[in-house]
């Protein structure tokens, strides 16, 4: 059986910490994810693996008018979005939440007139098959966007070995498990594969040195979080050890206090248009 034969595990698993971890996520990275997102000229969307609605929250109150579709295959994300979502006064009769492949929805053909993806595509075997079924329930004129990871472009100075090796063990073990690490780089083949017109895509880089030192620290201390997300299935599998692990904490704390650090990291966001 070959890598992209296989069902994906999700590599961060849907702990609790976990799904809190992508709430963080979502509204940390929410000045580069959402700056060229523009839903406001549209009334409804296709949300597709919207997970615990971190980034729903976020659509429904940067774009006032806009209803959301979410779809999630994972009961437990479903379950935790549904309980927020209540939470939220703004987003009330909002949005509906359906459990979903998205390699096979339900809705029929046009349906939508926008669809937002955000870091699921590096999760999936078929990045084609889900945006291939994103675009038949499109309407005509609809955007998608796509945000996706390059996971080839984080770097730290000074450089952090046990990170480093963790790091790319990380990304072996997504690739071998049939996911995508390196996704954004191919998001434009995979559109114009697809049959989407108006194809665009852009890099969107957190790069941050001494010039902003507490940017620094949170998007330090962001990656830390997402790194340690995965430590437990890393170990379970014995792809590294628990000193590895110890090593790793050992370089973020110094690197946190290293008055000359550097972090690199570069992600894709593709727009496009069905014809
Ligand atoms: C990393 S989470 C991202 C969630 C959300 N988009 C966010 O940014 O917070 C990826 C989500 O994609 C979902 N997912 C994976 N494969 C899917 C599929 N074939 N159809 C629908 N959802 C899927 C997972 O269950 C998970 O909740």
């Known amino acids: 059986m070959t890598a992209k034969n296989k069902q994906p595990v999700y590599i961060h698993g849907y702990s609790k910490e976990e799904q809190d971890r992508l709430y963080r996520q979502a509204e940390f990275m929410e000045f580069l994810v959402y700056r060229d997102v523009n839903f406001s000229q549209i009334d409804n969307i296709v949300e597709v693996g919207c997970g615990v609605g971190a980034q729903t929250q976020i659509l429904l109150r940067r774009f006032p008018h806009l209803k959301s579709t979410c779809i999630d295959i994972n009961d437990s994300q479903l379950k935790v979005a549904k309980r927020h979502l209540q939470t939220l006064g703004y987003a009330k009769d909002r949005y509906i939440i359906h459990k979903m492949s998205a390699e096979k929805m339900t809705f029929s053909d046009s349906t939508f007139q926008g669809a937002f993806l955000c870091w699921i595509l590096e999760h999936v075997p078929s990045p084609s098959r889900i945006l291939s079924e994103v675009r038949r329930v499109l309407a005509p004129g609809a955007n998608i966007y796509i945000t996706e990871v390059m996971n080839f472009s984080f770097f730290l100075d000074p450089y952090c070995p046990a990170i480093w090796k963790f790091w790319m063990t990380l990304n072996d073990c997504q690739y071998d ?99």
């Open 177 to 275: 498990r049939g996911g995508d690490p390196f996704v954004g780089v191919k998001l434009g083949n995979f559109l114009r594969d697809t049959g989407f017109t108006d194809v665009h895509t852009k890099m969107l880089t957190l790069y941050v040195d001494k010039r902003e030192p507490e940017l620094r620290e949170k998007v330090i201390l962001h990656w830390q979080d997402l790194i340690m997300s995965a430590v437990d299935e890393l170990v379970s599998q014995s792809r590294v050890t628990r000193d590895h692990v110890l090593a790793m904490k050992k370089e973020f704390k110094d690197i946190l206090k290293n008055p000359n650090a550097i972090l690199f990291d570069s992600f894709m966001q593709a727009q496009a248009r069905v014809p």
